[in-house]
């Protein structure tokens, strides 16, 4: 950061927050109003402070590469000639004569998720003249923009948990904080939003269904391009919640019983080839390769961390067959969840992750044991969007566990499963606390 980003930056702030509080009388209520800057605030608070911390507490990191060492080029070339900033932006992986000088030069040119990053920043950079804390405020735009709008989604469903559900989205310090800079994680999550909002739009709200099939192909392309690994597990929870609301609305109990085992074995059936179509065309991720991309992705990150002192952690020793990863399931998850330990904690960083990790256990604790007292389990297995929540948040928090084997890089990937895994929290305590029967899927029109 330099003294470009003074200038720079307030400027698009002053423009950020006027487009803000239009955009807020035409798609808030006298209820959500209230969480919509607020939201908005503290992710471009979470993307200058991250940059900050970068540079003057880690020296360097990937948020600084993708802009030192990546957009820079591009921003160069665009500079030199427009043909050659957009061949640059558009490339995948390939060389050519024009554009080489530009293209040896970014460290992520052959590393292609990494280099969406780098083109997503170049974008913004004709935006922001390559100001740092100019772009990073725009991807903390851009990722606010799809929480919003999976807000608005959960709160037409929801419409009495207002504040538990902006909590659950805005609020969440590692949330707010790891998404909402330059990184893969801010572009994911706010594609995560967006295609939330758009699967229900289409489904769920039966409407818009032309403009929120672009959004949704738009969504998915960008998480398949970066993470595939959240479609792999997204696409089959998206799957359960449109059988379940479907399944919900059949008033017939005795159809309802008939329709039921139909609906799982369909259900398990799309979300194999599902899961086996995405990752057609990624070898990596293909469900013959799964377990020896978790396999080689846990070694590599394993031995980085040891390398560098880091925070490492481990599951004990096991295979990576079928039969080993389903024995270390439980373990991977709670690793996830729960940790890192306040013990473990190795830096002010790793500390307050901790202290957010334990939190979450005593939440977690108090939710599901209240609905166990109340007897109110059955209920929740009936709930859609608890299902939903939990399918996407189990299943991630599998995945990730298992193959990360770090805590810096796991605070990290484990944010696009805390929103919704503290909606389905929210959602079991006020299970709790109502004496009659929740409704599972409500809207406000």
């Known amino acids: 950061m330099n003294l470009q980003d003074l200038i720079v930056t307030p400027i698009l702030l002053v423009l950020v927050y006027l487009l803000a509080m239009i955009l807020r009388n035409r798609i808030t209520n006298g209820v959500n109003r209230k969480y919509f800057i607020p939201g908005l605030t503290l992710k471009i608070i979470g993307a200058i402070s991250l940059g900050l911390i970068y540079q003057f507490y880690y020296k360097g990191g990937d948020t600084l590469n993708y802009f030192d060492r990546g957009s820079k080029y591009i921003w160069e070339a665009f500079r030199d000639s427009p043909v050659k900033g957009l061949q640059l932006m558009f490339a995948n992986g390939e060389y050519n004569p024009e554009t080489f000088q530009y293209a040896s030069e970014i460290i992520y040119y052959n590393d292609l998720p990494s280099y969406f990053v780098v083109r997503v920043a170049s974008f913004f950079d004709l935006l922001t003249f390559h100001t740092y804390s ?43 904080f790891w998404g909402s800079g330059i990184l893969k994680d801010t572009i994911t999550l706010g594609a995560m939003g967006w295609g939330i909002y758009a699967f229900a739009e289409i489904f769920m709200f039966k409407r818009n269904f032309l403009l929120g099939t672009v959004i949704l192909l738009l969504s998915l392309f960008m998480i398949y391009e970066i993470k595939i690994y959240i479609l792999l597990c997204l696409v089959p929870a998206l799957m359960i919640w449109f059988y379940l609301s479907t399944l919900g609305k059949v008033k017939n109990l005795v159809l309802k019983t008939m329709i039921l085992p139909f609906t799982i074995v369909l259900l398990f059936i799309g979300g194999y080839y599902s899961v086996k179509l995405i ?14 991309t978790a396999e080689s992705t846990a070694r590599w990150l394993s031995y980085v961390s040891e390398r560098e002192e880091g925070s490492g952690y481990t599951l004990g020793d096991f295979d990576y067959s079928p039969a080993g990863i389903m024995r270390k399931t439980p373990a991977a998850i709670w690793v996830t969840l729960f940790r890192p330990y306040l013990w473990e904690a190795k830096n002010l960083v790793m500390f307050l992750s901790a202290i957010e990790s334990f939190l979450l256990l005593i939440f977690t604790l108090f939710a599901v044991g209240r609905v166990i007292i109340k007897r109110r389990i059955i209920e929740l297995i009936s709930n859609p969007i608890v299902v939903f929540c939990l399918v996407f948040s189990i299943t991630f928090a599998f995945a990730i566990g298992l193959s990360t084997y770090n805590f810096g890089t796991l605070v990290r990937y484990k944010i696009p499963m805390l929103p919704l895994y503290m909606i389905a929290m929210f959602i079991l305590l006020s299970y709790s606390k109502r004496p009659r029967k929740f409704v599972a899927f409500t809207s406000k029109e």
């Not at 990624?282 to 390769?289: A, F, G, S, V």
């Open 134 to 176: 100019a772009t990073a405020v725009l991807f903390a735009v851009f990722s606010f923009s799809g929480l919003w709008a999976m807000y608005t989604v959960f709160y037409r469903m929801l419409p009495k948990m207002h504040l538990q559900l902006a909590i659950a989205i805005f609020f969440i310090r590692s949330v707010f």
């Open 279 to 292: 990752g057609q065309e990624n070898r990596r991720y293909n469900l013959e390769k799964l377990s020896y």
